[in-house]
């Protein structure tokens, strides 16, 4: 009997190449994947694996690199894995070795199989069929958009009111208490972190630490095992789903923060977990004068190399798996200039950046670039990004932190509060290109920023050598916690005052979860490796929590109420034939902002006006929106100023949010312009005065 001949008795026949993964029919499951063994004489084997540690391995058949069968009878639940045979070969960049068992890149679920080996995974053949009921993406456009910024476990392992089995998984997502505190806050989405397959690093285990963030994916198809409550032989997936729904029946859009940069397999010295085993010269960037070492642009010892085709395919396949099928409504990218250099150099005009606009799923989700990688002379691409996406703003980030600690220009400040022109305007994109933040998972918390100078990483076995250098922190008097009522008091409202002065910018705020109730890393600005205290949300909520959470609805309310806080395109300070311009600037004395005061680098106030009828806003059937004159005054310094109120004759300003208050509540007398107006030391005012009908 010839091979083949004794692959069909044994219910094994070709299978389709053209669907990538494992997908079960009514018959049995279609295995395919891509390697390029074939090209060296080498060859694929699917591995059905049993829980007792048996293997039956199954030929496969090749089409243009692609290697599949199908195998009646195997259906959902059966664990898998392939082996590829070809030369070792690293100086030709070839890494084939058929006693490794690889990792299906296609995989819809993977397994742990053994807790004293973390990253020893096996795929999972997964029924993807679910019932989306009458689930809805919430479609929130960019200008009504307001981003919470958490991770899967960190924020409901610790919660009392989520019960004790769901804690830390997907599950506990859509519970009452997590939802219930995501709706309340206003926010309008949330973006988790890596939620794809990850492991952790070796150099971790060997210092008894886990990777907490998850940002060394091996399964860009497979929900996170590890945040799974009910078992992960497929039931993650359901898991993940059902958060989805839940979230979207709050009005909440889902954003996942994804890594198609590199993956989790390290340096070339580390064993093949999945690609390196598969196509280690297809999947990753090498060295051209040396194919035994990669090319990193990452820190991670890999890169992708999105010059490939199948790479690409990898990515856009993975991406619209989890619109299509998770019903998920963004993708925040790490690292993303990465992603576009198909020739080794940041390209704008890349095939990655070309395959995402003209598809018809992708180009209707929100995209937003971390626009920067590391190691080359062109790391940096901030305002780099073609139209069609957003991008994280550090300028936004550097200036309101070093303003209100004293130390930022007033042109910056309010380049920053205008929307960022100056780096999107090139590309023909408007205010909502910038994703605006002061915190986010990378980098100190907003209450460690006004208590720690310093950063304390000694937690990560690094010798305090990883991590920012300059956060661009002030403690306020002392280093680290403090019992003063006075230093307790400046480092509230200072916290108040950075995260109102984001909320009141133009462009789309970023909110990092926790800062709404203090969360505190100890100093530490790198917790990626701290599944712990370190990094977990504490919920046993002081009234300085309670007051903190009511200070954010407010800001938040504040801004989703005023159209004017949300342009679609950039303040420009022109008439127009209009009373009043739609921005009109003033200094302390209610006078005009000048070119002096502008780069005056001790100048620690700012006040500017939003003209309520020139919001550059339309509401869906095109009509103007219109809002009230909004008047906006930053005080730095630690002096009182009474400033000369500016706007239309007779005009009533009723103040909206104070961050003298713990809570933002405005409770001074309404003013009218051309009366005084108080502004406390270290303050934001926002008042509003309603158009005359």
Same mark, same amino acid.
């Given at each position: 009997?010839?091979?083949?001949?004794?692959?069909?008795?044994?219910?094994?026949?070709?299978?389709?190449?053209?669907?990538?993964?494992?997908?079960?029919?009514?018959?049995?499951?279609?295995?395919?994947?891509?390697?390029?063994?074939?090209?060296?004489?080498? !060859?694929?084997?699917?591995?059905?694996?049993?829980?007792?540690?048996?293997?039956?391995?199954?030929?496969?058949?090749?089409? @243009?690199?692609?290697?599949?069968?199908?195998?009646?009878?195997?259906?959902?639940?059966?664990?898998?894995?392939?082996?590829?045979?070809?030369?070792?070969?690293?100086?030709?960049?070839? @890494?084939?070795?058929?006693?490794?068992?690889?990792?299906?890149?296609?995989?819809? !679920?993977?397994?742990?199989?053994?807790?004293?080996?973390?990253?020893?995974?096996?795929?999972?053949?997964?029924?993807?069929?679910?019932?989306?009921?009458?689930?809805?993406?919430?479609?929130?456009?960019?200008?009504?958009?307001?981003?919470?910024?958490?991770?899967?476990?960190?924020?409901?392992?610790?919660?009392?009111?989520?019960?004790?089995?769901?804690?830390?998984?997907?599950?506990?997502?859509?519970?009452?208490?997590?939802?219930?505190?995501?709706?309340?806050?206003?926010?309008?989405?949330?973006?988790?972190?890596?939620?794809?397959?990850?492991?952790?690093?070796?150099?971790?285990?060997?210092?008894?630490?886990?990777?907490?963030?998850?940002?060394?994916?091996?399964?860009?198809?497979?929900?996170? !095992?590890?945040?799974?409550?009910?078992?992960?032989?497929?039931?993650?997936?359901?898991?993940?789903?059902?958060?989805?729904?839940?979230?979207?029946?709050?009005?909440?859009?889902?954003?996942?923060?994804?890594?198609?940069?590199?993956?989790?397999?390290?340096?070339?010295?580390?064993?093949?977990?999945?690609?390196?085993?598969?196509?280690?010269?297809?999947?990753?960037?090498?060295?051209?004068?040396?194919?035994?070492?990669?090319?990193?642009?990452?820190?991670?010892?890999?890169?992708?190399?999105?010059?490939?085709?199948?790479?690409?395919?990898?990515?856009?396949?993975?991406?619209?798996?989890?619109?299509?099928?998770?019903?998920?409504?963004?993708?925040?990218?790490?690292?993303?200039?990465?992603?576009?250099?198909?020739?080794?150099?940041?390209?704008?005009?890349?095939?990655?950046?070309?395959?995402?606009?003209?598809?018809?799923?992708?180009?209707?989700?929100?995209?937003?670039?971390?626009?920067?990688?590391?190691?080359?002379?062109?790391?940096?691409?901030?305002?780099?990004?073609?139209?069609?996406?957003?991008?994280?703003?550090?300028?936004?980030?550097?200036?309101?932190?070093?303003?209100?600690?004293?130390?930022?220009?007033?042109?910056?400040?309010?380049?920053?509060?205008?929307?960022?022109?100056?780096?999107?305007?090139?590309?023909?994109?408007?205010?909502?290109?910038?994703?605006?933040?002061?915190?986010?998972?990378?980098?100190?918390?907003?209450?460690?920023?006004?208590?720690?100078?310093?950063? &304390?990483?000694?937690?990560?076995?690094?010798?305090?050598?990883?991590?920012?250098?300059?956060?661009?922190?002030?403690?306020?008097?002392?280093?680290?916690?403090?019992?003063?009522?006075?230093?307790?008091?400046?480092?509230?409202?200072?916290?108040?005052?950075?995260?109102?002065?984001?909320?009141?910018?133009?462009?789309?705020?970023?909110?990092?979860?926790?800062?709404?109730?203090?969360?505190?890393?100890?100093?530490?600005?790198?917790?990626?490796?701290?599944?712990?205290?370190?990094?977990? &949300?504490?919920?046993?909520?002081?009234?300085?929590?309670?007051?903190?959470?009511?200070?954010?609805? @407010?800001?938040?309310?504040?801004?989703?109420?005023?159209?004017?806080?949300?342009?679609?395109?950039?303040?420009?300070?022109?008439?127009?034939?209009?009373?009043?311009?739609?921005?009109?600037?003033?200094?302390?004395?209610?006078?005009?902002?000048?070119?002096?005061?502008?780069?005056?680098?001790?100048?620690?106030?700012?006040?500017?006006?939003?003209?309520?009828?020139?919001?550059?806003?339309?509401?869906?059937?095109?009509?103007?929106?219109?809002?009230?004159?909004?008047?906006?005054?930053?005080?730095?310094?630690?002096?009182?100023?009474?400033?000369?109120?500016?706007?239309?004759?007779?005009?009533?300003?009723?103040?909206?949010?104070?961050?003298?208050?713990?809570?933002?509540?405005?409770?001074?007398?309404?003013?009218?312009?051309?009366?005084?107006?108080?502004?406390?030391?270290?303050?934001?005012?926002?008042?509003?005065?309603?158009?005359?009908?």
């Amino acid at each position: 009997m010839t091979d083949a001949a004794a692959a069909g008795a044994s219910g094994v026949r070709p299978g389709d190449p053209g669907v990538l993964g494992a997908t079960p029919d009514a018959e049995g499951t279609n295995f395919a994947v891509y390697s390029s063994a074939g090209a060296y004489d080498g !060859a694929v084997t699917l591995c059905l694996l049993d829980d007792r540690g048996g293997e039956r391995r199954v030929p496969m058949w090749q089409e @243009r690199d692609v290697w599949s069968c199908h195998v009646a009878g195997v259906g959902p639940g059966q664990l898998y894995g392939y082996r590829a045979s070809g030369p070792m070969d690293p100086a030709r960049g070839l @890494r084939f070795d058929a006693s490794r068992l690889l990792l299906d890149p296609y995989a819809r !679920a993977m397994t742990p199989v053994d807790p004293a080996q973390p990253r020893l995974l096996r795929c999972v053949v997964v029924d993807g069929a679910y019932d989306w009921g009458a689930d809805r993406a919430p479609g929130r456009p960019w200008s009504e958009t307001v981003i919470y910024e958490t991770h899967v476990r960190g924020i409901s392992v610790e919660h009392p009111d989520v019960p004790q089995e769901l804690r830390g998984t997907y599950a506990a997502l859509a519970t009452a208490p997590i939802l219930d505190h995501l709706a309340s806050l206003g926010v309008t989405a949330v973006e988790l972190l890596p939620v794809h397959q990850f492991v952790d690093e070796q150099s971790l285990l060997d210092r008894r630490l886990r990777n907490y963030w998850g940002y060394m994916t091996v399964g860009f198809f497979a929900p996170h !095992a590890g945040y799974s409550a009910g078992g992960t032989r497929g039931q993650q997936v359901v898991e993940f789903k059902r958060a989805v729904q839940a979230l979207h029946a709050r009005g909440l859009e889902v954003i996942l923060d994804v890594v198609y940069n590199h993956t989790g397999e390290g340096g070339p010295g580390d064993p093949a977990l999945s690609f390196r085993g598969l196509a280690n010269e297809v999947y990753y960037r090498l060295d051209p004068s040396d194919p035994s070492r990669y090319l990193d642009t990452t820190g991670t010892r890999n890169s992708m190399d999105t010059g490939r085709p199948q790479v690409l395919r990898l990515i856009m396949d993975s991406l619209r798996y989890w619109v299509v099928e998770m019903h998920v409504d963004g993708f925040r990218f790490d690292l993303a200039a990465e992603l576009a250099r198909q020739h080794g150099y940041v390209d704008r005009l890349s095939a990655f950046f070309d395959l995402l606009y003209q598809d018809p799923v992708l180009s209707r989700v929100k995209l937003i670039a971390e626009p920067w990688d590391v190691g080359a002379p062109d790391s940096y691409q901030v305002g780099g990004f073609p139209t069609g996406w957003s991008e994280w703003n550090d300028h936004v980030r550097d200036t309101i932190r070093d303003f209100w600690r004293g130390r930022a220009g007033l042109g910056d400040l309010g380049t920053r509060l205008a929307g960022s022109s100056d780096l999107f305007a090139v590309s023909r994109r408007g205010p909502d290109a910038s994703v605006n933040f002061v915190t986010a998972h990378d980098g100190k918390t907003l209450s460690d920023l006004v208590t720690y100078e310093a950063k &304390y990483n000694q937690a990560n076995g690094e010798g305090n050598t990883d991590g920012a250098g300059d956060d661009h922190a002030d403690n306020y008097g002392v280093e680290g916690p403090s019992d003063d009522p006075a230093i307790a008091a400046v480092r509230q409202r200072q916290r108040r005052n950075m995260l109102a002065t984001l909320l009141l910018a133009q462009g789309v705020p970023m909110i990092c979860g926790g800062d709404e109730i203090g969360r505190t890393q100890r100093g530490n600005n790198n917790a990626y490796c701290q599944d712990n205290a370190i990094s977990w &949300y504490d919920w046993r909520l002081g009234d300085d929590a309670r007051q903190a959470i009511a200070f954010v609805k @407010r800001a938040v309310g504040l801004r989703l109420a005023h159209p004017a806080l949300r342009r679609r395109s950039f303040l420009s300070g022109a008439v127009d034939g209009g009373a009043l311009p739609d921005v009109t600037w003033f200094g302390p004395d209610g006078g005009p902002m000048t070119v002096d005061r502008w780069n005056d680098p001790a100048g620690s106030f700012l006040g500017l006006l939003l003209a309520g009828d020139r919001t550059g806003t339309v509401d869906a059937g095109g009509r103007p929106l219109g809002d009230a004159d909004l008047l906006v005054v930053l005080n730095a310094g630690e002096r009182e100023v009474r400033v000369p109120v500016p706007g239309r004759p007779g005009a009533a300003y009723t103040v909206l949010l104070d961050t003298t208050d713990a809570a933002g509540a405005g409770g001074a007398a309404p003013v009218r312009a051309g009366d005084s107006l108080a502004v406390g030391g270290r303050t934001v005012v926002v008042a509003a005065a309603p158009l005359a009908r």
